[in-house]
């Protein structure tokens, strides 16, 4: 276990240097989030917005979910605390970070489902020209669901999308 956090260690100290460029204006996509519950809650799918303002380290996500009877709502922020390219001709990389998650949804208008966590998002980007940006991630959360209070809870989440750089 020691030599693996040595590793990890040196891997970021190695990597400092070779952050992502990134456009300096405002990210503006499109994003799909698909969430693998280690409790009876199941898997769920949202679709919404991903946000990314100027001088704000902040990855936002804004997620709806609208079914049969079924009304819901997902706000996720994300700081990416590692970027490295590994492609630089077309800006290929990947990036780790530490994130939050607020939800809530309600069943046939009745009394609404809150949950509250932090996220680790792990992921890959392609920015092959400077305005367009694919990414797809893995964000392990665990957090506190209300209503019925449950903790800890948890879920495996998975975001897919692209984002416009202006």
Known sequence: MKK??????????????????????????????????WDNFGQTSWWGVSLKAPQLPIYWGIHLRFQSGLFGMSVVGDYYFLEQVIVPDVNFGWFLGLGG???????D??????????????????????????FLN?????GLH??????????????FGVRFWF
């Open 109 to 134: 208008g009745g009394s609404p489902s809150v949950f509250l966590g932090g996220r680790i998002p792990v992921g890959l980007y392609i920015m092959p020209v400077d305005f367009f940006e694919a």
């Open 101 to 107: 998650n607020v939800s809530f949804w309600t069943y």
């Open 4 to 37: 693996l956090i040595l590793v990890f260690v040196l891997a970021i100290i190695v990597s400092a240097g070779a952050f992502a460029e990134r456009p300096g204006g405002w990210g503006v996509g499109l994003v799909g989030q698909s969430n693998f519950a």
């Open 138 to 142: 893995l964000a392990p959360t665990l």
């Open 146 to 159: 209300i209503n019925p209070a449950s903790f800890p809870e948890g879920f495996l989440g998975f975001d």
